[in-house]
């Protein structure tokens, strides 16, 4: 597979249609200087979670699966002021990690990180009788299937919810696959299979980290 040109292009796109992101790029620096693993959306694709909020006018934005903050900050800056944005970390050192992110970017007003499995989150979230306009699954990957039904039950119609990392270099279509994170997209694409009342594409997706793909749901509806 030759990333080194998926770099290159993605640099070039960053540069004619991002910039410079002091806000971001302080946020990977500190993930790395922090020993997170390297798993953050790509600039672009931060731009891309970022257009569809505003394109979809969410005010309420749930994360799974937070890491060091970069996706949370750069959603979170898509909202209006009075938006919200909740997201999860089950890892305690790397919620710090992202919570000094989050204060030192400004957003901690509309950032809320809970730390946990996701799925406790998810439940007292349902319980609760949260929804939300926006999703993005982005925690571990076993679990995709599940996060996406959890999401489901926080969505009402025009809710739209982005699955990442759904083609794991190419690992999606091995029925045979062992590894319990193909096997844990596979079940969420099972599902995805029995929805009736969803519009759902997905795209695969070539850059700086490499091939994989995001999947994108929207609950049908009036709105
Ligand atoms: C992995 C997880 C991610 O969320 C991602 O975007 C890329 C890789 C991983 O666990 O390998
Ligand atoms: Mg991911």
Do not use: W
């Amino acid at each position: 597979m030759p990333t080194e040109i998926y770099a290159e292009i993605d640099a070039y796109f960053e540069q004619n249609l991002l910039g410079t992101d002091a806000v971001l790029e302080r946020i990977s620096r500190d993930s790395e200087e922090n020993g997170l693993v390297p798993h953050a959306v790509t600039p672009l694709q931060a731009a891309f979670l970022a257009l569809m909020i505003r394109m979809n006018g969410a005010k309420t934005v749930l994360e799974i699966g937070c890491l060091g903050g970069y996706s949370a900050v750069a959603m979170a800056r898509a909202l209006p002021p009075s938006g919200t944005l909740l997201t999860t970390e089950i890892d305690p050192r790397t919620a710090a990690v992202a919570q000094s992110n989050i204060e030192q970017s400004g957003f901690s007003d509309r950032i809320e990180l809970r730390v946990g499995p996701a799925m406790s989150v998810l439940d007292d979230e349902i319980a609760s009788g949260a929804i939300y306009d926006f999703v993005f699954i982005d925690a571990d990957k076993v679990n995709h299937k599940r996060y996406l039904e959890a999401s489901l039950k926080l969505a009402r119609p025009g809710t739209v919810i982005v699955a990442d990392n759904i083609v794991r270099g190419g690992a999606v279509i091995d029925a045979q696959s062992q590894e319990n994170s193909v096997i844990g997209v596979r079940e969420m694409f099972d599902f995805a299979k029995t929805l009736q009342n969803v519009d759902m594409t997905a795209l695969q997706t070539v850059g700086e980290k490499g091939y994989d793909g995001m999947a994108i749901f929207r609950v049908r509806g009036d709105a």
